[in-house]
């Protein structure tokens, strides 16, 4: 450290104010240029390399992280802008890693503070807002410096309309785009220090592919995460009217610099597309704009790339585009990247709701308040709501089914539910009463229908695709029907479906786009549309911007979503009929192992059994679990949509669900052809949901099965050429023996025959036709020795043997001589049973 305090303390001596650049001892000879400051600020591809860089650069492979971050927060300290400037993109990119994804930076989305607690708090330390990195930022703000940022690794949708000369409709990417020079490589953003920061910051995100080896790791434990948490609760506070200041020290730096082009006020959303030259000439800020705008600038940044980077992926083009079973996806998220939108609309929640109870409704709009107060009241309708519908819907209808989707399910069910995130608290006396959604929640609702509708369709149409019998996918469906069915919930988003199905008297049918298109005159705070009273007109508006102006609305209540809901409650019936069968399945076969099995003298079940779900694998908890899941969901789901008990009961009996006299469930719906039974569409539909299932078993050569988990793969080899060399060679023998009439003949067809062979049912006709080419005759099986639980019953027997000072042999004529009389028992209760079936 005292080295670079040296270096640093030259490199700032008063030498370098000179005209003529000075080099330091300690960096490499290199030519000198006299080059005016002020053409070195007009034209940057013109300056010298940057010494310091080099310098940097060069530390950072020789030093370690926490020297490095060291030397980082000096230089920050230390330097003028003029000479951060240089070192800014490169300082950036070395932390959030290349926009191709091949430098990984930092790694923040895998550093977490129990694996390496040192590195992960200087980390959090120097990416604090309050902490270096923001403060270079700020310094640099403050001098008006601009970075490039290639509009290629924007959102496909937002280089799609950039490349075509039209401008998005996000102010964010107003004045900034820059058109290459003759010869150049391609278009750019201009962007300020702070947006070029949160720029990379958000799309490491995306750009960056979690290493091999970390997909365990919990994403709500890593950096990246819990910085999204800070930077969103620093620049959108939940506490206060202004934004907390960069540093509470007795002469900080001037926190915030706002910059000197003003982004473009809210009211640019909701306009048609025009042409680039048409939106630099006709909208740029007035000087004039109110001040009071400039101090939000970093909240409405911050919130603008967050929703841009992870949410404006696709445009409503593209999604009915994608309605097509053909279509090919143009982007995937994963499960990290919507836990960490989850993440931000439950922040955006509590900033919206901070609100204080005079300012929540426009109509008590006044010039008084703070911007930031304003801006808590247009974050989410202004900014979020159009692209997250979006992004939903393609999560809902292109995300696996399995239980990952639980993570967007989470995600759409926080954004649902605003009360949750409010500062107050009801106190009321009731369980009922504490769960009732309040009145002042039906505007959300009515302005958010096509969330809470539609999307709850696109939810049923993925139910009745998954296995209920899955404790996690009962659990999904348990969290959405219990979500909907809070009391005066579903009133309200009746009351919405009527206000959109109203007539349209008044209203102009292109009216419906204008709504959210105010002008574009004046400023931030009277940019704002006038109050509009009509609750219909709001509704009609909402869907029509996120559906466009031909869309087909399904009401949620309708016939049509109604016979969607009563074949998910038929479904779940199946459901907790195949749960408890499976149940009961496990049980029967535990009980009814023979003791002897466990010692590997008997034979083992080596057919296996069908797993159409995880309820083997998790046991009678799981089967409780799903049970309790479903019939909750049931009861959400009847109380929701007002079903009847005979209802159910007509359905479940209509559709051919009830069980046999055995209390086993029936076969898949087949129909008879000339090879056998064939599935039938239900049948297949039964298979694949667990509905209904085929009794499987091995039918193939028992010696030639693949090797288990169990068995020592080459001591079953070796056995195997074994009891195939003596089965060659006593063949006929064995044959003789076991054609004998007497207990003899018995004894032998018992050890030499495989068991149950004569009386096994071939379904397959391909098996069956096998079979008839391929008789068996008596054979030896010496398998069962490369068992690890029959090598582990034998060590054993022995041990004990030894304790009772039995030697290995004595042992050994011991246990052949029980196996015997076993064997023989055996034999004559096989041959009492088949002469009784005789």
């Known amino acids: 450290m005292t080295t670079f305090r040296r270096r640093v303390a030259e490199w700032r001596s008063p030498s370098l104010r000179r005209a003529t650049l000075w080099v330091p001892q300690w960096f490499p000879q290199v030519a000198v240029f006299n080059v005016p400051q002020e053409a070195a600020m007009a034209f940057p591809h013109l300056q010298q390399p940057s010494f310091l860089l080099a310098s940097l650069k060069a530390d950072s492979v020789n030093k370690p992280f926490a020297q490095r971050c060291q030397d980082l927060a000096k230089v920050i300290e230390d330097f003028p802008a003029k000479e951060l400037h240089a070192i800014f993109p490169w300082l950036v990119e ?4 290349s926009l191709d994804g091949v430098l990984v930076g930092w790694n923040l989305r895998c550093l977490q503070g129990r694996v390496s607690p040192v590195e992960y708090s200087i980390a959090m330390e120097f990416l604090d807002p309050g902490g270096p990195m923001m403060k270079l930022v700020y310094k640099l703000q403050a001098e008006d410096y601009k970075f490039d940022f290639p509009v290629s690794c924007l959102p496909g949708p937002v280089k799609a309309s950039i490349q075509e000369r039209v401008l998005p409709d996000s102010p964010l ?3 900034k785009v820059q058109f290459p020079p003759t010869g150049g490589l391609g278009l750019n953003l201009a962007l300020n220090p702070f947006e070029y920061y949160m720029f990379f910051f958000a799309l490491s995100l995306i750009t960056q592919k979690p290493l091999p080896g970390t997909l365990h790791i919990r994403t709500s434990d890593c950096a990246y995460f819990i910085l999204v948490d800070r930077y969103l609760s620093w620049f959108l506070p939940t506490e206060g009217s202004v934004l907390p200041a960069l540093s509470s020290s007795p002469g900080g730096p001037n926190p915030s610099p706002a910059p000197r082009t003003p982004t473009m006020p809210f009211a640019s959303y909701g306009l048609h597309h025009t042409s680039l030259l048409k939106r630099h000439i006709s909208h740029q800020t007035s000087v004039n704009a109110d001040p009071a705008s400039h101090e939000i600038w970093r909240s409405e940044t911050l919130l603008q790339v967050f929703v841009e980077m992870w949410l ?6 593209m999604y009915q585009k994608m309605q097509s079973p053909h279509a090919k996806e143009s982007f995937t998220p994963t499960e990290e990247h919507v836990l960490v939108v989850r993440l931000l609309l439950k922040h955006l929640h509590a900033f919206s709701n901070s609100l204080k109870p005079e300012q929540v409704s426009p109509s008590t709009h006044s010039h008084a308040t703070s911007p930031l107060e304003e801006f808590k009241r247009a974050a989410v309708p202004r900014f979020v709501q159009q692209k997250l519908y979006l992004f939903l819907q393609h999560c809902f209808g292109h995300w696996p089914l399995d239980a990952s989707f639980r993570a967007v399910l989470e995600m759409w069910l926080s954004y649902l539910q605003p009360w949750r995130y409010a500062p107050e608290k009801q106190a009321q006396s009731s369980d009922c009463q504490a769960r009732c959604v309040s009145e002042r929640w039906a505007p959300f609702v009515q302005e958010n229908l096509l969330m809470y509708t539609k999307l709850f369709v696109g939810f049923l149409s993925r139910a009745l695709r998954t296995d209920l019998v899955s404790p996690k996918n009962a659990l999904m469906v348990f969290r959405v029907a219990k979500v909907f069915a809070q009391p005066n919930l579903a009133e309200m988003i009746q009351k919405g479906e009527q206000l959109f199905l109203e007539p349209e008297l008044v209203i102009p049918h292109r009216q419906h786009r204008l709504f959210t298109a105010p002008t574009f005159t004046g400023s931030f705070l009277s940019s704002w549309p006038p109050a509009v009273t009509d609750a219909s007109f709001k509704v009609k508006s909402h869907v029509y911007s996120l559906e466009g102006q031909d869309c087909k609305y399904t009401p949620m209540f309708g016939p049509e979503v109604r016979t969607l809901v009563l074949r998910l409650a038929q479904l779940i019936t199946q459901a907790k009929q195949t749960a408890k069968s499976i149940s009961d399945q496990c049980g029967e076969s535990t009980a009814g192992r023979p003791f002897l099995s466990w010692l590997g003298f008997c034979s083992t079940d080596t057919n296996g059994s069908y797993a159409a779900n995880d309820l083997d694998e998790m046991g009678q908890d799981s089967v409780r679990k799903t049970d309790e899941y479903l019939e909750k969901a049931l009861e959400y789901l009847c109380q929701m949509f007002r079903l009847s008990e005979a209802q159910l009961t007509q359905l479940t009996l209509a559709l051919g669900t009830t069980q046999d006299e055995n209390g086993k469930k029936q076969l898949p719906d087949c129909v008879v052809g000339e090879d056998g039974l064939i599935l039938t569409p239900l049948g297949r539909y039964q298979i694949i949901n667990g509905l209904r299932r085929f009794d499987i078993e091995y039918q193939g050569d028992s010696e030639l099965q693949p090797i288990r988990s169990y068995e020592i793969a ?11 060399a003596i089965n060659r060679r006593f063949a006929g023998p064995m044959a003789a023996l076991c054609s004998r009439a007497d207990f003899l003949g018995s004894f032998c067809r018992y050890h030499l025959t495989e068991p149950g062979l004569a009386d096994r049912h071939l379904l397959s006709p391909v098996a069956r036709g096998c079979a008839a080419r391929r008789p068996r005759g008596p054979r030896l099986s010496l398998r069962f020795l490369g068992s690890y639980r029959t090598l582990l019953s034998l060590l054993l027997a022995f041990f004990v043997a030894s304790l009772f000072c039995i030697g290995p ?15 023989v028992a055996m034999t004559l209760l096989t041959e009492r049973s088949k002469l009784h079936h005789l």
């Open 809 to 823: 042999l004595p042992c050994a004529l011991l246990l052949v001589l029980g196996y015997l009389l076993y064997a």
């Open 312 to 317: 404006h992926h696709y445009s409503l083009e």
């Open 94 to 97: 070395s932390i959030f890693g």
């Open 714 to 724: 080459s001591l079953v080899r070796v056995l195997f050429r074994l009891s195939s």
């Open 173 to 175: 990417y107003h004045n």
